[in-house]
């Protein structure tokens, strides 16, 4: 008999044999940088002539993996291969396919380093923020798997006298699955794994800066666990070459996505158009960005609330869309909190996240880097520079910036409206506690907020007034547990998907009502 969900516990790197463990995981990893990866396609690896490399951010000159680049003719051949396997996969039962990923959690936990390993190298994450990615992947398999357990039966329809009705959930086709590159192996993970366990078939576009760890959990599935050819194919390259081709081929019945808010309102508006042959509406699930906020008023304990508001805002470098990049303080306490949140904030330690004790490692690339020093230029001119501000210098010519702090800032300037994803900290002065409720409500997003405070009709006033989709008292605003907090948010944060609650996989399929006469 199946246990009961229970989520991966994370591992203590005080205990020294975690710590050996994990640098034995870096060793290997490290001697498998530069591999060639193919594409995946109805079972089939193909090279292509045109490559691409995936790189350290911590070290740009050294290759993580040298992949095959799709293109529009590839992705055509990916999405009929697996619109050819829905046809089989789809018949497979629902218990079934739980089995792959239970199998596939097993795996990966049982190589849990080697995969945060991927990740230090890869995007840069400290060994406990890719601890944690590959903790939240292993919940994911295990979770969707006791989803699909509960939801692949008859459902509970109203008995009625002379009929016999059932309602069950069937897949819905071909899935485009694309995820982003900053949680590459949890988010990558669930999208691809939902969409399995329902019943659909996977064409999965990696992020083109974490293209590994994806291909790491294409072996769990394709070569370890042997699913079916064209059940879940590997399609690396530009999205600006082959997103298109993905979203609007009239085959593909829905797109998973999680990224930027641009990307993926320009998904939304391609997938309603409808294509010659296309016989749905297609389905998109959008998790967005976010411009999320730490709310703290007078009665808040000032020592809990800067620590939170550091992690929010620095963990993983800025560079999550549930990061708290608004720190919003009532103007009792403001001037004392802002000194608490500097002076942790100064403590953190940057630099490559090979060493455990850098606490914050480079942002993901070039471009990144360059619009984050472009959002430092404009605070300059919005808020009063408090901490950081500057690029850090490194042998290896890595991305790192130092947090950064900006005091005063104003409600409407960019830096506290725009998502800067980076390790950038807008400071917000507000009258009070309503004051502070109209600022955390006045961006286009919707994502995630914490409140700080002792006062429990405040806490319950936020919990039905401030409008986001993941909200926390007391506790930083990141790092969302699967099953016990359903992670998506509102307006331009997405369509609310709730990953890792009990009606994500919903979203994967379609309900059809079958009844008889007696």
Same mark, same amino acid.
């Given at each position: ?72 003719? $590839? ?128 064409? !999965? ?253 405040? $806490? ?10 993941? !909200? ?33 996989? $919903? ?12």
């Amino acid at each position: 008999m199946l246990t009961p969900f229970r989520n991966e516990p994370l591992t203590d790197f005080s205990q020294p044999e975690n710590v050996r463990a994990f640098q034995a995981a870096l060793e290997k990893v490290g001697s498998e940088l530069g591999r060639s990866y193919p594409l995946i396609i109805g079972g089939e690896r193909i090279e292509t002539p045109e490559t691409f490399d995936s790189i350290n951010p911590a070290n740009p000159s050294q290759v993580v993996g040298r992949f095959a680049k799709a293109t529009p003719e $590839l992705t055509e051949k990916a999405v009929e291969a697996a619109a050819e396997a829905f046809e089989t996969w789809k018949r497979i039962p629902p218990e079934v396919r739980a089995r792959y990923l239970l199998k596939a959690a097993a795996i990966m936990r049982r190589r849990k380093h080697e995969f945060s390993a991927w990740m230090v190298y890869e995007v840069g994450k400290s060994w406990v923020e890719a601890d944690a990615d590959t903790a939240e992947a292993i919940d994911m398999l295990e979770f969707y798997a006791r989803e699909m357990m509960r939801l692949g039966g008859s459902q509970p329809v109203v008995p009625y006298p002379g009929r016999e009705a059932e309602l069950r959930y069937i897949p819905l086709g071909v899935g485009a699955v694309i995820p982003p590159w900053n949680f590459p192996n949890a988010i990558m993970t669930g999208m691809t794994s939902a969409s399995l366990v329902t019943g659909n078939t996977v064409v !999965l576009k990696p992020a083109s800066t974490a293209p590994t760890i994806a291909y790491k959990l294409v072996e769990i599935f394709n070569e370890e666990l042997l699913l079916p050819p064209g059940v879940l194919n590997f399609l690396p390259g530009p999205g600006s070459v082959i997103g298109d081709v993905l979203v609007a081929h009239p085959k593909t019945r829905f797109i998973a996505f999680t990224g930027s808010k641009e990307v993926g309102l320009r998904i939304h508006e391609l997938a309603a158009k409808t294509q010659p042959g296309q016989i749905w509406i297609k389905r998109t699930i959008l998790e967005m960005g976010g411009k999320d906020a730490v709310v703290v008023d007078e009665t808040a304990d000032l020592d809990a609330a800067a620590e939170g508001i550091v992690i929010s805002a620095f963990g993983y470098q800025g560079q999550k869309c549930s990061a708290g990049s608004r720190a919003i303080l009532v103007d009792e306490i403001y001037d004392a909190l802002l000194e608490r949140i500097v002076e942790r904030a100064r403590q953190i330690k940057v630099g490559p996240t090979v060493d455990p004790s850098n606490w914050m490692g480079p942002v993901i690339d070039q471009a990144a880097f360059n619009k984050i020093m472009d959002y430092i230029e404009i605070g300059q001119e919005e808020g009063r520079l408090v901490l950081g501000g500057h690029a850090i210098e490194t042998p290896e010519k890595g991305y790192f910036i130092e947090p950064t702090i900006f005091a005063d800032v104003d409600r409407d300037a960019r830096i506290a409206q725009e998502e800067i994803f980076g390790p950038v900290l807008a400071v917000i002065r507000a009258r009070d506690f309503d004051d502070a409720l109209d600022i955390a409500n006045g961006t286009e997003y919707g994502l995630t907020g914490a409140v700080y405070s002792r006062d429990r009709l405040r $806490l319950e006033r936020a919990r039905h007034e401030f409008h986001v989709g993941n !909200l926390y008292f007391n506790r930083k605003c990141t790092g969302a547990l699967v099953g016990v907090e359903p992670f998506g948010g509102f307006n331009m944060s997405g369509t609310d998907s709730k990953a890792g609650g009990q009606d994500y996989l $919903l979203l994967f399929m379609q309900a059809k009502s079958i009844s008889e006469a007696l």
